[in-house]
């Protein structure tokens, strides 16, 4: 019983610091009380996991300079999160310039965010060059060409602008890039990858040798890079930031080639998933939500043991198919160190980091995801970080 004391004595404090709140996953707001409390149960949620947890978080947000956006300051301060994805366009309000409008307003942004934390802060953006282009000539920066017209200009092009991109990343302060695109243009007339010129070319060796010199110059300036979408969205029809897509009659094996190649070479700094189903490789699951393809594919057979992000999660691929609650517990379990949480779908949700957070707590408190699985993705993420100059 004298064993016992200190651990009821304990729990009640606590109930009572959090205000009595003790539903299952409450999350507790006092800075001074660093663990979550369970009803119920004889379980507490340590500082060190909610922490790791935190860092698998990468949140988008509203505001051009640290003042505009509190929730974002709180979410790096005090939960920790992995980091930020910075947006040009705002698509809940269908208006421009969300947190991106020069390149002095940029570099102010970035310091400021960074100088929340001591922890590396991976700050992150989608600047493939072309159409996916948040660094726009009407807000001063350079033209950047897309990865299908500098392609075809051969390597010297290519270089020349993954060079620029790379040192215009480096120059205003981010240090993650989603790019560059190695989807096989499979499909010419794929509303999200063809149509837009993402995709360098149609032969999968033309696509791993371009996307290796963008990680070569990213490299070079410190700039992570990501490859995407796993396992191949160039012969889509439809497009994912509506619904599902099912590429199942139309993707071919070539679209790993870019993959298998770089990853052999160890090149890989970090991978995203799709939200696109193929039933050939997973029947029930789309990609960014598949253990078949997250681990079974990417880690285990093609021998993948880098970080691995969702694309984003406020896709309608993913919100008007799955409750938020299963999409995050789906992703986790296939695999993925990295969830996007960009707030830039239907709905922006300032609360989105400590409600994910409650989430994936609640999970491992009920066994249905491991402590070890958060803390080895935590591991990972931490791992590159470490790498950047």
Known sequence: MRFFLPLILTLSLLNIACGQRSSVGDVCDDKDVHLTVV??????????????????LIVGFRGQKLGDCKHIQRDIERYHIGGVILFEYDAPTGTHNRNVSSPKQLT????????????????????????????????????????????????DSIRHYAALTAAQLKRVGVNLNFAPCVDVDINPDCPVIGKLERSFSKSPKIVANAARIWIEEQRKKGVVSCLKHFPGHGSATGDTHVGLVDVTETWKPSE??????????????????????????????????????????LRDSLGYDGVVITDD???????????????????????????????????????????????????????????????ASADRIRSLKAKIK
């Open 39 to 56: 009803s119920g149960a004889k379980t507490l949620v340590t500082d060190s996991l909610r922490h790791d947890i935190a860092e698998m």
């Open 256 to 297: 790993l080639q870019p993959y298998e190649t770089l990853i052999t070479e160890g090149v890989v700094d970090m991978v995203m998933t799709a939200h696109v189903i193929n039933a050939k490789l997973d029947k029930e699951y789309p990609s960014s939500l598949s253990y078949l393809i997250t681990t079974k594919l």
């Open 108 to 155: 102010t942004l970035c310091h400021d965010l960074q100088s929340l934390t001591s922890e590396t802060l991976f700050i992150g953006i989608d600047q493939e060059g072309g159409r996916v282009n948040r660094l726009r000539e009407d807000n001063g920066f350079p033209r950047f060409m897309s990865a299908k017209k500098s392609a075809q200009y051969g390597d």
């Open 313 to 375: 999660m406020a896709m309608g691929a993913i919100v008007n198919e799955y409750g938020f609650e299963e999409a995050i517990r789906l992703a986790i379990e296939a695999g993925a160190d990295l969830l996007c949480l960009s707030n830039n779908g239907k709905e922006y949700n300032p609360e989105v980091v400590p409600q994910t957070i409650a989430i994936v707590e609640k999970l491992v408190v009920d066994g249905k995801v491991k402590a070890e699985r958060i803390h």
